[in-house]
C-alpha cells in the first residue's frame, strides 16, 4: 500500500516537461561528447569506432535522465501504469543480448524489431543504434511521450542515425495499433518483452507471427515459461558489466529467454 502523502503542485503539461528536461540532458550529453570519446579510446581493449561512441552515449544519455527529478514519479525511476509496472531495462544486458543473437544467426539485424511495452523508449534507441530498424509500442501516454522526445534527442546527438526508430501509442496485443503503425504484427520477425503480459504477447506470436519469428523475453525470474506453437531455444543468465549505477528496481542480472514460432 502506499502511503497517503500531501498531493504537489500540479505538474507542467508532458509535452512541456519532457522537452525542457531533455533539451538539459542533450546540452550536457554534447558538452561530455569530448570526454567520453576520450574515455573510449583511452581505456577500450578495442579500436574506437562511431558506434562505440554512440552507445557510450545512450547508456550516458538515460542515466543522467533517470537521476532527473522532472522524470521521477511517485515510485522512482518506476511507473505504475494500468497495464503493468515500468521498470527500466538494463541496457548494457539487452545489447549483450543483441550482440549474441546475432552473431549466432538467431536473429536477423535487417528485419524489423518490435519492443513489445517499450517504456522509456531505451530499447528501441539501442536496437536502432545497432542498425537493426526498431519500433516500439507504449500503452501509457506519458511513458510514450517521454520516449518519443528521448529518441528525438538521441537523433539529434547522433546517437540514432539513419536506421529507423519510431514510437506508437496503443495496446501490443490489438490488430488497431498495427494499423497505426502502418505495419502488420506479421513483419517484426524480432519482438522484445520485460515481463508484460507476455503470455499474451506469446500467443499473439503464435496466431499472427511470421514462422521463425524469435520473441526475447527478459525476466529477473529464474524458472522459464512454456508458450504453445513456440521453441525455448536458448537461455542467457546475464550480468549487468556497464560499471554504471543502477536505477531503482533495474536488475544487475536477468534472465533472456530465446523463442522462436514454430514453423
Known sequence: ??????????PPPIRRLVRSTNV?????????????????????PRPSTPQTIGTT??????????????????MGYVKETQTGVFIPSSIDIVRQTLTQLIEKKIIDPTKPFLDAGC????????ASSL??????????????????????????LE?????PAFIVHGDFCSDATYKVLGSP?????????????????????????????VYVLYSGDESSENFMGLNL???LVLNDQSGRPHVDLELTQAYVRIYRKES
Open 24 to 44: 538539459e540532458a542533450g546540452r550536457y550529453l554534447h558538452s561530455k561528447y569530448r570526454e567520453a570519446q576520450r574515455l573510449i579510446i583511452t581505456c577500450s
Open 233 to 235: 531455444i536458448d537461455e
Open 185 to 213: 504484427f506479421s513483419d517484426f520477425r524480432t519482438i522484445y518483452n520485460y515481463d508484460n503480459n507476455y503470455d499474451l504477447l506469446a500467443k499473439k506470436i503464435a496466431e499472427d507471427a511470421n514462422p521463425a519469428t
Open 131 to 156: 542498425g537493426i530498424p526498431a519500433w516500439g509500442i507504449e500503452s501509457d501516454e506519458e511513458l510514450g511521450a517521454m520516449a518519443k522526445q528521448n529518441l528525438i534527442n538521441l537523433h539529434s
Open 159 to 163: 546517437v540514432i542515425k539513419d536506421t
Open 57 to 74: 552515449l545512450l547508456d550516458t544519455y538515460y542515466e543522467v535522465i533517470s537521476k532527473d527529478p522532472a522524470y521521477r514519479f511517485p
Open 1 to 10: 500500500n502506499r502511503r497517503a502523502r500531501v498531493p504537489p503542485p500540479p
Open 119 to 126: 517504456g522509456d523508449g531505451r530499447i528501441v534507441a539501442l
